[in-house]
């Protein structure tokens, strides 16, 4: 039995409606901008092609268009700091206060609301995204810890397709480290170094409850995503066609954005409310069991260096403990 509701994961939806527009205009707006530069890019390698032979304007085409394509995704990997910090930490923030049955304001009050508790809460986005990345590691060093994973699935002699659910689960994992995130704004917590290794702890000792409910949600999200994809070949078809020469390869590429744009406007939050929902129902009442916490100081670098993160910040070596993690 799941431990969450699809039906209140609406709600949450319905409710941080303004949250939901403004990451479609985001998201949105990340794959017009590489259909426009991608294009643009095809364009002037078409140009550029008309001083030579067909085979060669096709090949120009082809690198304006990849070029393109590969300028613009530089971009937004610059700006992945900035999407983490004012789009999904914002969105999870208002999450929570509703499904904690706080109010919430309407409009845009409610993401200038959501982005005020995100900078109270971690300050600067370069230290949200050193805490992101370092909790992402400490996940994947929870999955290799927790042994019997096979017996989500006891089927008998079937290895191969054991090793495709642990590598689906491995996807799973993907999902939960906003979770962690949205612990941190759920308890308040001064610390977000001590917040998020407290959250880890008490992941780690519910891991397969929470694995078997993430392997649903990413089951639900990548069939849905991959209907969107089949729903998006027809106008990404539309878009190559204008497109001078007809890059041949966009019209799969251009799919592949839409999809990526649908999914994580709203596929994705819908499955972090349900993953949201699923956390606070099964570690409510629960502390962090130092077992488990001295279990992923023996196993995670990134655990121990949350642990000198959290000293250091209790100190008032704020600065110091944004920097990025390494490794």
Known sequence: MADFSFSTSMAVMRKTAPFVIFRMAVYFGIAVAYVLVTGTGAGLGWGVGAFGDTDFQATTTMWGGVIGFGATAAVIYFLREYILYMVKAGHIAVMVEYLDGRPLPEGRGQIEHAQAVVKERFGQANALFALDQIVKGVLRAVLGLVHGLASILPIPGLDGLMRVVRAFLKVAVGLLDEVILGHLIRTGSDNPWAGGRDAL???????????????????????????????????????????????????????????????????????????????????????????????????????????????????????????????
């Not at 995503?225 to 497109?243: E, K, N, R, T, Y």
């Not at 699923?278 to 949350?306: C, H, N």
């Open 201 to 327: 702890v008490l992941y780690a000792q519910n891991a397969k409850p929470m694995l078997v409910n993430a392997a649903w949600i990413a089951l639900a999200s990548y069939i849905l995503s991959f209907v969107v994809f089949l729903v998006m070949l027809a106008p990404a078809a539309a878009v190559v066609w204008m497109i001078p020469g007809a890059w041949s390869a966009g019209g799969f590429v251009f799919a592949l954005l839409f999809a990526w744009a649908v999914k994580a406007a709203l596929i994705e939050p819908f499955a972090i409310a349900c993953l949201l929902q699923a956390y606070a129902r099964i570690t409510d009442g629960q502390t962090p069991d130092p077992g488990w916490a001295a279990k992923l100081d023996d196993v995670s670098g990134k655990f121990r260096e949350m642990g000198a993160k959290a000293a250091n910040w209790a100190t008032g070596g704020r600065a110091a403990s944004t920097a990025p993690a390494a490794g």
